[in-house]
């Protein structure tokens, strides 16, 4: 091992496919390799391995994590975790996401090798085993918080972002054929109902500056299959004609839409753990409207780096936008201060708090 300690990695994914996914292989990506050995266990045979491995980490593709169904199954991948962790020597097992009782789980703690749980959002699941991990590590204070169990220890460690990926967006105005002149205002995430999509399309009625544009950037999703989501027919009907506001479908490069926009506007109506969304635009230098919703605040300083309205409050979201539009130089201030905030807080410093918090576990 070099000295290293060999600390595991159970994803749950073998892609970037979400939040929880996206910020475990940023932090990855720039792990400090000299300081500690990972082991990845990823879900499959995906994209991330061969990226991974090129950079010195090595992967095992493992499958989900396995919680209890036919007995039998469950004893064989509960000796076969024991057999790993016991021959790759793994000092610490991060996993990535909440659990019930999971074979990999429990084998770790037969072990006596210590467990974190990594809460992206905010945990009020009684998790069986949740109670024997050493602690929780929490992108919030707000989840930390409110988060359960009571008794775990919560470290608050916030999302990294990427500068490297995010100062490599391309301006895609010419390509959406959008008017050189246009302020654009921009949605990116998850289209539903909690994210306050409605309250975006809504808002963007309430402003009549007809240079302004709005644009819609993230996946439309069967409502009939996932509950709160919202169809491109539901979104065409409240969009109702206006042809300042688009709907662009699913970026992958979501560094190319920031790229595109003046401002970022998220209008969520649920408890953000965080706010991915609020962290990457400040990376983009661009500034944000945002709603005063969980751990939201602790990005968003009010007046500096955006601005802050309460939820569904569409005259509060309007104004702050109008007032943004009409004034470049503020948008200039606000993104650049958005950026030196994330430079500060938000980019290599989460990623070597990780690293201590994990190093801190090994038992020497």
Avoid at 3 to 13: D, E, Q, V, Y
Avoid at 16 to 45: C, F, H, K
Avoid at 167 to 173: A, E, H, P, T, Y
């Amino acid at each position: 091992m070099n000295g290293r300690p060999r600390i595991g990695f159970l994803t749950g994914s073998d892609a970037e496919w979400g939040g929880a996914s996206r910020v475990l292989y940023t932090t990855l990506r720039q792990i400090d390799l000299t300081r500690l050995e990972p082991i990845v266990l990823l879900s499959g045979e995906g994209p991330m391995r061969a990226e991974l491995e090129s950079r010195g980490i090595r992967c095992l593709p493992w499958g989900h994590a396995h919680e209890p169904g036919g007995r039998l199954a469950y004893i064989r991948v509960l000796f076969r975790t024991m057999n790993l962790l016991r021959c790759e020597r793994i000092a610490v097992l991060h996993v990535n996401h909440r659990f019930w009782r999971p074979a990999e789980v429990l084998a770790a703690i037969l072990l006596r090798i210590p467990v974190l749980v990594h809460f992206h959002v905010v945990n009020q699941q009684r998790g069986t085993f949740m109670t024997h991990c050493q602690a929780a590590v929490c992108v919030s204070r707000f989840v930390a918080e409110t988060s359960i169990p009571k008794g775990l220890r919560k470290h608050v460690i916030h999302n990294p972002v990427s500068l490297d990926r995010f100062r490599k967006g391309r301006n895609l105005r010419e390509d959406w054929h959008l008017p050189a002149h246009a302020c654009v205002v921009t949605f990116l995430g998850q289209v539903r109902d909690i994210k306050g999509v409605a309250d975006f399309i809504a808002m963007a009625h309430r402003i009549p500056d007809p240079a302004a544009r709005f644009l819609i950037a993230g996946e439309c999703r069967d409502p009939d299959k996932f509950h709160g989501s919202y169809s491109e027919r539901d979104l065409e009907a409240m969009i109702d004609g206006d042809t300042r506001i688009r709907y662009v479908g699913y970026i992958s490069r979501v560094e190319d839409v920031y790229h595109t926009s003046d401002i970022v506007v998220v209008p969520s109506r649920w408890q953000e753990p965080l706010g991915l969304i609020s962290l990457e635009a400040g990376a983009c230098s661009k500034p944000v409207v945002a709603t005063r919703t969980g751990g939201i605040p602790e990005v968003i300083d009010d007046g500096v780096n955006g601005f802050l309205v309460e939820p569904g409050d569409l005259g509060g979201l309007a104004e702050r936008v109008i007032r943004l539009i009409s004034d470049p130089d503020l948008r200039r201030r606000m993104g650049d201060a958005g950026l030196a905030r994330i430079e500060h807080d938000f980019a290599l410093r989460p990623i070597r708090e990780f690293e201590s918090l994990l190093l801190s576990y090994v038992r020497t």
